[in-house]
């Protein structure tokens, strides 16, 4: 008895130590004994699942450099393109003239979702987009109309470098006008911080962001959620991309295929972003 | 009658003036330290990693401050180190070469150059960082040397300008003294001039120390990122920490990140509160006992 005990014992910490260690070390290893640098710069929602990955690879590696910078989706290309940093991230495809342009590769690994947020205390949680596009063109000011209390709607937006506001205005408003009297916010964290404290806000953050600060409104019916998002059902979303000047090779090529890898698609989930693998 | 109204309207104005000086900056601090000292913690700066293991750079701080008051040490250093020899030797040259005609010339371009909004600096340190790029070597890009070099350009006309005016701010008998006894020039400046004036060029340095602590705009365009751990070459990225507290001022994304922007506020204050003391310390080291002290008569 004791002796079967201790063989189930014996095979189940080799199967542990069999699955354990290709399970911890896999992605990485490619990167063992290289040294070198990856510059990245770009889109500003890609920096966090960037941090952690390079965390993960320089940790492992202390010979690699890899350095983040901001900058916006623009930038990214430009930069990309200009040959001044090896990954250039953007919130959105790059065109085709910029394509062609630059000769750009591009690589999706997360899809993120835009949605209309409010401030927990209001009771007006679903909209239709008819409604959504009103509200941001000023034709509807007043919560009332919507169903809520009698109270003025404040409008928050992003400013026009930003991939966010870009994917929202496009596929949410359909290109709608956004009214002039609209609040601008810088980021994510800074629409959080205005929704929550302003009990009459409606706004729009990354799905990824969202938490109890905020309420998410559910459009046409189906509410902003990563759920929603990696179902399709929720359509406004848009891909996460790096994009590389010709063919990746050596520590980008590495770092991107890291990126695709079970590892990296795990970091993508951690940080609120859909994976594509 | 008239004259001691304005005269006592003025003593009113000039002290609420101070007051709100003091003011102002006691609410900064005030609101700073509210804001602030609750984040601040071994966590904000080395994060996860044991302080010596950092310190000694066996580990890599990947969570924490570290890596940024690294780098805005490393630039502060090496730009004031690049501006200081040539900042001095103009304001030599202006005090004590130059003709009338030559210090109005020079003296203009330096006050045009000391008038250049920061940005405008960033913003050709860029362009030269991409001209090299482009058309001498394609692995050169914007990177620490270029941002020390710029904020180089931008502190040079405070050295120059006040390396010109504590040395003509010497006495004719001082500056004449040693010439009269049979100095040479270069004698004269060398062991009479600058010593005794160097109590004002210190001053000079001092305030190019806080300017190159706190400029953001000029290594926002010319090498800082996000991350990029410890500086470890002139050509590579660095992380500072004004661009630390920009970046997460307007990108931050929930409100601990916020938080540690305060403490990154705080820990650059006292950066510069440190660097400040070092070289008020320098001062009085060597300016103190030999310096103008000694030639004033209740020295």
Known sequence: ?277 | MTIRILGGCLRVFSWGAVLVLTGSVLVLLGYLLVKGVPSLGRDLIFGQVDVLDAVLLKKRVFDGLFPAIAGTLSVVALSVGLAVPVGVCAGIYMSEFATVFQQRVFGLMFDILAGIPSIVIGLFGFSGAIFIHKYISNDFRPCLAVSVAALAFLVLPYITRTTQAAMQGLSIQIRQAALALGATRVQNIFYVLLPRSFSGILSGIILAIGRCAEDTAVIMLTGVVATAGIPGSLLGSYEALPFYIYYISSQYTDAAELMSGYGAAIILLGVCAVLFFLAFLIKRHLAGPAGPARGRFHG
């Not at chain 1, 063109?137 to 409008?155: E, H, M, R, Y």
């Not at chain 1, 559910?218 to 990563?226: N, R």
Request: contains cysteine.
């Open chain 1, 1 to 277: 008895m004791s002796c079967k005990k201790n063989i189930m014992l014996v095979v189940l910490m080799v199967a542990v130590t069999f699955f354990q260690v290709p399970a911890q070390a896999g992605a990485i290893d490619p990167f063992s004994g290289l040294s070198g640098e990856i510059r990245i710069s770009g889109g500003t929602a890609h920096i966090p699942v960037m941090k952690e990955a390079a965390k993960q690879i320089m940790r492992a590696n202390p010979e690699i450099s890899i350095s983040i910078a901001g900058g916006g989706s623009g930038v990214g290309i430009k930069q990309v393109g200009e040959g001044i940093v090896d990954i250039g991230n953007s919130g959105r495809a790059a065109t085709d003239a910029e394509v062609e342009k630059y000769g750009l590769k591009l690589f999706k690994w997360a899809i993120d979702g835009v949605g209309a947020a409010v401030n927990p205390g209001n009771p007006v949680t679903s909209l239709t987009k008819a409604q959504l596009k009103d509200i941001y063109s000023g034709k509807i000011t007043n919560w009332k109309d919507l169903g809520g209390k009698d109270a003025p709607i404040t409008v928050y937006t992003r400013d026009e470098s930003s991939g966010t506001r870009a994917v929202f205005w496009k596929k949410a408003l359909d290109k709608g006008d956004i009214v002039s009297s609209a609040n601008f916010v810088v980021s994510n964290g800074a629409m959080k911080t205005a929704i929550a404290n302003d009990p009459n806000a409606i706004g729009y953050v990354s799905v990824g962001h969202m938490d109890a600060s905020v309420a998410g409104v559910a459009l046409d019916g189906v509410p902003p959620t990563i759920d929603t998002v990696k179902s399709g059902e929720y359509k406004v979303a848009r891909g996460l991309y790096s994009n590389t000047q010709g063919d990746p090779s050596g520590l980008t090529k590495l770092f991107i295929a890291y990126l695709l890898s079970p590892e990296g698609q795990r970091i993508v989930v951690q940080k609120g972003f859909v994976p594509v693998n």
